[in-house]
């Protein structure tokens, strides 16, 4: 039985944008293979374990990741014997900034520069994540935003609030270390919005559930791409708004645009986007 090995330091996106090269391997050989991570994104390894291509996840502890751009270093370390219990090992990790249009193409790039063979076409209209919803819950917007900037993005989501459908909550799904606390103020009330404190594999239970994802360029963006999600993108770094290399250019993403053409985080742009992605736009 052959027996690979693939590998990505982090973060978590970049991770989820692995994935599917990882999927691409697996088809490739016709077997499920081992994914490692390094210690310090280990949290994401029961969500990769649980896909279907995936044999085992594996966080490697002694993976001592730098949190350069990209991180350092991006291949790694592994025992003799680790090495030798695998038939092929892909370190898809960034050697240097990417040169490719898009984040998947470039983690795609660096696997072709290992293959012995071919791979199978990238394919990045197919999602590569797969979860069971969460069933016995009202329609709802998945609300994922970084904490980077959060007074803005809060701010935007409690103004999106008062536009959209009343048939919708918005549902903000965070990490339990995140600074979405704060506004614990807002928390469940009955007004249309909600918190939720969520690991990976229960935010991906969620996204499964959800009628679309509003949110910035953040790891959920991603996960929201590999279910096949619509998304509306409110992203304020106008360094990561603009540079196409964090963009997946989709049917299915739409990036608030203000009226002049750039990327905006007007809560009223946000809003009119977020309500025609619900009414079918």
Known sequence: MTRILVTMPGKYGDILWAMPTARAIAETFDCAVDFMVSGAYGGIAPLIHAQDYIEQAIV???????????????????????IGAYDHIFDLGYRGWPTEATLAEEVYKNGMGVARRMLVPLDLN????????????????????????????????????????????????????????????????????????????????YMETAECYLGCLSAQWVLANA?????????????RARNPLFWLPRERNHMVIGGDALPTHDARHTGDLLREVLNGG
Do not use: C
Not at 65 to 74: D, G, K, N, S
Not at 227 to 239: L, W, Y
């Open 60 to 82: 490697n502890e002694a993976w001592k990741v730098q949190e350069t751009a990209p991180i350092t270093p991006w291949a790694a370390p592994l025992r003799g014997e680790d």
């Open 126 to 205: 197919r999602p590569w994540i797969e979860a069971d919803p969460i069933t016995h819950i009202d329609p709802f917007v998945f609300v994922g935003w970084s904490d980077q900037w959060i007074e803005l993005k809060m701010g935007v989501t409690l103004a999106v609030l008062n536009v959209i459908p009343d048939r919708y909550n918005l549902n903000v799904i965070h990490p339990v270390d995140s600074r979405h606390k704060e506004w614990k103020l807002f928390h469940d009330d009955g007004n249309g919005l909600y918190f939720y404190r969520a690991d990976w594999l229960q935010a991906v239970r």
């Open 227 to 239: 279910m096949g999600k619509k998304t509306v993108v409110m992203e304020p770094d106008p360094q």
